[in-house]
């Protein structure tokens, strides 16, 4: 099982490291009076904790392609496409990185301060080693970059720094610089913002969050292929439908999948292989308003069961210079554990939150490797 998260949230989850928290971050945003402009627009000024300006800063919407830096005396301009429910990311090695919802700033004008990172104290110490790196490295680029390595890379991998707590059989990795991810195959180079790794092998599951800024470096006709291949069948691609009310039409048919208790599997051990319960369907095919519910203009994943999604994937082929889906389907089965929390769905296929949503089968396969920016439209 793999809870994956590429975007910008944060999640509270149990570890034998503790941390001292010896400093205060101040992350602050001033907002300015209005200006005024027909374009949806962002401008500001990005400096520290004693006013000076800030160069080179990162200023992205997190996941797009859209984005810029702050120039010599920290001022930025942001033109930003139609209305979006992004996080804006303000992000430069060596100062903590801030994100902000764009409805919160849009049309205004900002002062942004940043303040210099600083190094955590550790209460109980569980190095982050050289041997470490060694021994999980694999397994890492396997879980969070996907299976190609040889056109998907990490650029400066050796920055990431790795720790194993023996004890609790977890392994946390951190990323002190920002990792440049080049995807050959889709054509990105990836500014990944890493906050977080940790695969806890007790449970099996694996979760990673960060910030993404997608650089388009080609656009060949395969690599249009490929990114039309990655997108048809995704988690983004299925919120997307969820959102425009075309799941059936899209070629998705959910399922409700009801757990009992497992009265063969009683030990903790059995447990830890989640084998305490046993699952089944126990509805068929059901409708979107079974598992979503609308609040205003909103919608939200509201839904109490696991649901199995099933998906009749035809691939894209290239045939004389044109796209065309193959005649033959394989069917792909992924499930979602909304575990009782509420999920915003947006236009893009992004939810809030995603990182509490627990998936499994082709959604967990969703790794950086098939990663597209969520302002992606199928044949760019």
Do not use: C, W
Not at 222 to 248: C, D, P, W
Not at 369 to 375: R, S, T
Request: proline residues 3%.
């Amino acid at each position: 099982m793999i809870i994956r998260n590429s975007y910008s949230f944060f999640i509270t989850i149990n570890l034998v490291i503790l941390f001292s928290m010896k400093k205060t971050v101040l992350l602050l945003i001033i907002i300015l009076p209005f200006y005024i402009s027909f374009a949806q627009m962002i401008k500001g000024t990005v400096v520290n904790d004693i006013e000076k300006p800030i160069s080179d800063v990162n200023i992205y919407l997190d996941g797009t392609k859209t984005g810029t830096i702050s120039a010599a005396d920290g001022s930025f301009t942001l033109s930003l496409p139609s209305a979006n429910n992004n996080s804006l990311v303000f992000q430069k090695d060596g100062y903590e990185t801030f994100t902000i919802g764009v409805s919160e700033v849009l049309n205004k004008t900002l002062k942004v301060v940043l303040i210099k990172s600083q190094e955590i104290e550790e209460v109980t110490i569980i190095p982050f080693t050289e041997q470490a790196y060694k021994n999980y490295i694999i397994f890492f680029l396997d879980t969070f970059i996907g299976y190609d390595k040889e056109n998907v890379r990490i650029k400066n991998q050796r920055s990431l720094k790795f720790s194993y707590d023996k004890k609790n059989k977890i392994l946390r990795v951190k990323a002190p610089q920002t990792l440049v991810i080049e995807n050959k195959n889709l054509g990105y180079i990836i500014d990944y913002n890493l906050v977080d790794y940790i695969a806890d092998f007790d449970n099996n599951t694996t979760r990673f969050i960060g910030t993404s800024f997608f650089k388009e470096t080609k656009s060949t006709n395969k690599i249009k292929l490929n990114r039309m291949n990655a997108y048809e069948g995704s988690q983004t691609h299925f919120f997307s439908s969820v959102y425009n009310n075309k799941v059936k039409d899209e070629g998705y048919i959910v399922n409700q999948i009801t757990k009992f208790p497992n009265s063969k599997s009683p030990t903790e051990e059995g447990r830890k292989r989640n084998e305490s319960y046993k699952i089944a369907i126990t509805k068929t095919q059901i409708p979107e308003s079974d598992y979503t519910k609308k609040k205003g203009d909103k919608l939200f994943l509201d839904y109490d069961y696991m649901m199995q999604i099933n998906y009749k994937k035809f691939y894209y082929e290239l045939e004389k210079k044109q796209f065309v889906k193959s005649k033959i389907p394989i069917i792909q089965t992924s499930f979602l554990h909304p575990e009782n929390d509420t999920f915003e769905i947006y236009s893009d296929g992004n939810t809030s939150n995603p990182g509490q949503l627990t998936n499994q089968g082709e959604f967990a396969k969703d790794k950086i490797e098939k990663m597209l920016p969520l302002d992606y439209q199928l044949g760019d």
